[in-house]
Structure formats: structure tokens, C-alpha cells
């Protein structure tokens, strides 16, 4: 399967909380069709304004939150 590259943009705070292994869930409005074995870069949004991490995808959840 071909590997894709996938950017999520994030708020620093948020991506301090995924780093530190606090924040373990990312909840969507739209749920992306990323195939797993795609890169994710995880971009930090002003003041920092860069990529921080990439992280492999091994799977996606898709449902209502409450059900998730």
C-alpha cells in the first residue's frame, strides 16, 4: 500500500498535551479518510507555527463522540 502524508494544525496547547502522552484523543467535525501507514505531521499554529511530530497511522475511530 502507498504511504501518504497527512498534516493536522493544532493549537501549541494541544499539541503539548499529545507530546506529553496526556491527550490521547483528537476529536474532528469532519472525520479525515486517511489510510493507515499514512504519515501524520502534527503542525503547531501560531505563536510556534511549525511541525512538532509525526506519528504513523495505524487506524482511525469514526462515530458520534458520545459513542466514542
Known sequence: ???????????????????????????RR???AIPNGSRLWVYS?????RVEAVAKVTGLLRDRPDRL
Open 45 to 49: 499554529k501560531r505563536p510556534r507555527g
Open 30 to 32: 469532519r472525520a479525515p
Open 1 to 27: 500500500m502507498p504511504e501518504y502524508d497527512y498534516l493536522i494544525s493544532l493549537q501549541p496547547h494541544h499539541t503539548d498535551r499529545i507530546l506529553a502522552g496526556e491527550k490521547t484523543v483528537e476529536f
